[in-house]
């Protein structure tokens, strides 16, 4: 959840969205993000809309937002979400809690915004119900408890086995532990487990990563992502990088560590079904991201949190303090929204369903794009398989290069 600051149109106190964006809410599958804001310390890479302790408290040391609170305006803000879809809703299939550091609340609160959920609008059956985690926030009586709450799938935030990477990103775990914590979520009953990895990281050279991937692997998750360093303005880590205390990442290199997290994985059984996400079988696959790549419903939840609802998409006011005061006023915590045209929802299909294994069809492309994928095809950065079947699949290469395939194909 970046904190990016967005303009948009205003949205009504009650959180009504337009009929037209309500009338799709029955085409597609409808899942909720629920963001939690709460971090023990902020890592030097994250410019992510999340708060330190410290961070929440006024110059008089009052508490001006608290975790102790937290689940109770998110169940607030369930009921606000169950007032605002009204109609043909379908039940939810997927849940996914992120932050910041989901695992700093008690299990039973996670369990508690969970329950809302589901008495508000019913889950699926087999419902995805995913949360992030820190490596070092959790317990096997902690997972064992998530799991008797109804979660199915863990996220652990592993980043890199080697110390001196940690370091530089400044996380606060110790390699190896990700590692016991994925025999820890197995023991508890969780059925899919994933592993977050970050390669670019100035100092790791490639003995590092391949050790990383190794690592992963040997843990035995049914699912891995692996995503590069972007050194994002206003972080410590770009005032490093700024001051030349760091290198830049290099996008040469960039693409030799993908290169090798696709074939580490794949030799470890793992598919790509999306650039940066890996998974063993068709089942250990994020349902909860397909639903983001591939234009479906979700309300988010939380300070800063972003929902979708026919091409309807708003975003939540950021600070957790703002948040808790509008809901405490019986208003909807949305800062601002947009309603997207034809256009744009046809932009971000490409844009989006480019990225996953099935691709898109070239019937979204205008006559250019057309042209451009067929150029794209002998290059050989789509399929030309795919291509003659009508879709735009990207090779492996293509991979590599998918920004610049998406601008050349919109």
């Known amino acids: 959840m970046p904190s990016v600051a967005l303009d948009g149109e205003p949205v009504p106190r009650t959180g009504d969205l337009p009929e037209a964006s309500l009338a799709e809410l029955g085409d597609r599958p409808l899942g909720f993000y629920v963001h939690v804001p709460f971090c023990v310390t902020r890592c030097g890479y994250c410019d992510f809309n999340t708060y330190t302790a410290q961070e929440l408290v006024s110059r008089d040391g009052t508490a001006v937002a608290s975790r102790d609170t937290y689940a109770d305006q998110a169940i607030a803000e369930i009921a606000l979400a169950d007032r605002v879809l009204r109609g043909g809703r379908p039940p939810v ?11 700093l609340l008690p299990a039973e609160d996670l369990g508690r915004i969970l329950a809302a959920i589901a008495d508000r609008f019913g889950l ?5 119900v995913t949360t992030e985690a820190n490596p070092e926030t959790v317990t096997p ?3 064992a408890r998530l799991r008797e709450a109804g979660f199915t799938r863990v996220s652990f935030g592993m980043q890199s086995a080697r110390a001196h990477v940690l370091r530089v990103l400044e996380r606060g775990h110790t390699p190896g532990r990700p590692e016991q914590c994925v025999a820890w979520a197995r023991e508890a009953g969780f059925e899919h487990v994933n592993l977050d990895l970050i390669y670019g990281t100035p100092g790791e050279g490639d003995d590092d990563w391949r050790a990383s991937l190794d690592a992963a692997v040997a843990a035995g998750p049914d699912h891995v992502s692996a995503y590069s360093l972007i050194v994002e303005e206003g972080t410590r880590l770009a005032a490093r990088v700024r001051r030349g205390e760091l290198a ?11 290169l090798t997290a696709d074939t580490v994985l794949g030799a470890a059984g793992f598919t790509p079904y999306e650039v940066s996400n890996w998974a063993r079988t068709p089942q250990g696959r994020s349902r909860h991201n397909m639903l983001y790549w591939t234009g479906a419903h979700w309300w988010g939840v939380g300070p800063g949190a972003h929902g979708h609802v ?10 957790p303090a703002a948040y808790a005061s509008r809901l405490a006023e019986d208003s909807s915590p949305a800062q601002a929204r947009e309603v997207l045209t034809d256009g744009e929802r046809r932009f971000e299909r490409v844009l989006l369903e480019l990225r996953v294994e099935q691709g898109c069809p070239l019937d979204l492309l205008e006559p250019a794009g057309r042209e451009a994928a067929a150029r794209a095809v002998a290059d050989g950065l789509l399929d030309a398989d795919a291509h003659r079947a009508g879709r735009a699949v990207l090779t492996r290469r293509g991979r590599l290069l998918a920004d610049a395939v998406v601008r050349d194909l919109t």
């Open 124 to 128: 699926e059956p087999g419902a995805e």
């Open 141 to 143: 009586a902690y997972l």
């Open 93 to 103: 299939s997927t849940v996914f809690v992120g932050g910041g550091t989901p695992t």
């Open 310 to 319: 026919g091409g309807t998409r708003w975003w939540n006011v950021k600070h």
């Open 248 to 258: 830049e990442p290099d996008d040469d290199t960039m693409a030799d560590r993908y």
